[in-house]
């Protein structure tokens, strides 16, 4: 391998996640600043979104606030109708359900249908909490209290996410709940919820834009000199065109 191409980044642990956010940064440039709904809007959204498009849920959500007058027309509305309306999504029917029933718990044990009284609780019960509903995991409770008006510290991990920080030897190969933990232990103290849903942000569309699952952009990626997996593909592909 070149190593002139290639020069050890002199980088403290510490300063591995702030570095990289900065790369980004000077990439892909400022993302939108998120207009952070509800908790229960967030909470519907990352429970329709994983394995959909970003876009394909948000019409979904839109569509769903079209068709019903209320969250509580939408829960108390019948599994078929409730999967017509999510039919874009990936599997409708295991979600329609999953939907349902949060929404029928949510109510059952609050005495409504709002998860606004969380604001009082604090992050990790919060997050058990809602980690008991079906279909709800490490992503989705992260999302909630991180992109929603809760605004609290957390890293969504999603599948990009995984993949990006797995390929840049930031964690080994785990689940989303383990590299979440894995990554808070790189961030800053000084991270403010925003930021945290900033890096989010751009890590997500790094996975979508270069780093993707069939066939990454090594040699146009501002992370190269940092990515053990880059730097391994890029000297593939050097032998394989000399
Ligand atoms: S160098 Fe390649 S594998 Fe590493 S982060 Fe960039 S695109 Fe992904």
């Given at each position: ?19 990289i ?8 440039g400022q ?9 229960l ?27 019903f ?29 999953q ?15 709002t ?12 997050r ?26 957390a ?50 569309l ?7 699952f ?13 990515c ?15």
């Amino acid at each position: 391998m070149n190593d002139s191409l290639f020069p050890k980044p002199p980088r403290e642990p510490d300063d591995q996640l702030p570095h990289i956010h900065r790369l980004l940064l000077g990439y892909y440039g400022q993302p939108k600043p998120r207009e952070p709904w509800d908790p229960l809007k967030q909470f519907i959204y990352s429970l329709l979104s994983s394995r959909t498009k970003t876009e394909t849920t948000h019409q979904v959500v839109r569509h769903l606030q079209r068709q019903f007058a209320s969250w509580d027309d939408l829960r108390d509305a019948s599994l078929k109708e409730i999967e017509d309306a999510i039919r874009d999504v990936t599997f409708p029917d295991q979600k329609a359900v999953q939907l349902k029933s949060s929404l029928q718990q949510i109510t059952h044990r609050y005495g409504k249908l709002t998860l606004d009284f969380l604001a009082q609780y604090r992050t990790d019960k919060i997050r058990a909490w809602l980690e008991q509903f079906p279909g709800v995991g490490s992503k989705t409770s992260a999302a909630v209290v991180n992109f929603s008006t809760l605004r609290r510290r957390a890293l969504c991990v999603d599948s990009h996410h995984l993949r990006v920080t797995q390929r840049l030897g930031l964690t080994p190969r785990a689940d989303a709940a383990t590299t979440e933990e894995r990554l808070m232990r790189l961030v800053p103290e000084t991270w403010t919820a925003e930021m945290l849903d900033e890096h989010h942000s751009l890590i997500k569309l790094h996975g979508q834009r270069l780093c993707t699952f069939t066939d990454p952009r090594c040699t146009d990626c501002p992370l190269l000199r940092l990515c053990p997996f880059g730097k391994k593909q890029v000297t593939k592909s050097d032998i394989a065109a000399s």
